[in-house]
């Protein structure tokens, strides 16, 4: 079992930034490979970037060249920093951890993640 734990969201003006947290439970944190996902109102939960179990990192095209994830092995813990940030980009945003067959790449579907945290308000004010 994981336990996945994200901090960072709050409010914040068109063009802003933050810095979301994901703090991960388990020894072999290292080892998952993790999802950035977010669910706007009325809308149905979406991929925004992931790394790989290989450490390659995935971005959705609307958050290429804004978001980067990062992640800090030592400390279980991965990152969403956001910048440039607009009203569109307002949802709940959450980690996740997938742990099916991939290697090298990494699925868009939420279904296929196995862990998920409760997630952290992001708005964006225009």
């Known amino acids: 079992q994981v336990q996945l734990v994200e901090s960072g969201g709050g409010l914040v003006q068109a063009g802003g930034s933050l810095r979301l947290s994901c703090a991960a439970s388990g020894r072999t944190f290292s080892s998952y490979a993790m999802g950035w996902f977010r669910q706007g109102p009325g809308k149905e939960r979406e991929f925004v970037t992931g790394?790989?179990?290989?450490?390659?990192?995935f971005y959705a095209d609307s958050v290429k060249g804004r978001f980067t994830i990062s992640r800090d092995n030592a400390k279980n813990t991965v990152y969403l920093q956001m910048t440039s940030l607009k009203p569109e980009d307002t949802a709940v945003y959450y980690c996740?951890?997938?742990?099916?067959?991939?290697?090298?790449?990494?699925?868009?579907?939420?279904?296929?993640?196995?862990?998920w945290g409760q997630g952290t308000q992001v708005t964006v004010s225009s």
């Open positions: 790394t790989s179990r290989s450490a390659s990192t």
């Open positions: 996740a951890v997938y742990r099916g067959s991939y290697y090298d790449s990494l699925p868009r579907n939420p279904n296929d993640y196995h862990y």
